[in-house]
C-alpha cells in the first residue's frame, strides 16, 4: 500500500463513518435506521452506530483491503482516523 492509497483509504473510510453515525443520508435513511436499530441506544449496536470511531474502526479494514494492504494496514487507517477525527473536533470544538 502506497501513501496515497493509505491516505485515500483513510478519507473514504472517515466520510462514510460520520455519514453513518453523524449525517440523514439520503430521504433520512440513514437517521431512521439509527432511530429503528436502537433509539435508546441501551445496546452496544445502538451505541456504535452513533459514534463516528467506533463505525470507523471496522471501515478501515475493508478500506486497507481493497487498497492493497493486511491487517496492519487496518490498524494503520484506523489509527489515522483516530487522530483526523481528533483534528477536526480540536478545530472545530
Not at 483509504?9 to 436502537?38: H, M, N, Q
Not at 445502538?46 to 478501515?60: M, P
Amino acid at each position: 500500500m502506497n501513501l496515497f492509497s493509505f491516505a485515500m483509504a483513510t478519507l473514504a473510510a472517515y466520510r462514510i463513518s460520520y455519514l453513518i453515525a453523524r449525517e440523514e443520508g439520503p430521504f433520512g435513511v440513514l437517521a431512521w435506521l439509527r432511530g429503528k436499530i436502537d433509539p435508546d441506544q441501551k445496546t452496544w449496536i445502538g451505541r456504535g452506530l452513533n459514534c463516528t470511531l467506533c463505525i470507523s474502526f471496522w471501515l478501515a479494514l475493508p478500506a486497507a483491503l481493497m487498497s492493497g494492504g493486511g491487517w496492519l494496514e487496518w490498524l494503520g487507517v484506523a489509527g489515522a482516523i483516530l487522530f483526523l477525527h481528533g483534528m477536526v473536533i480540536k478545530n472545530n470544538g
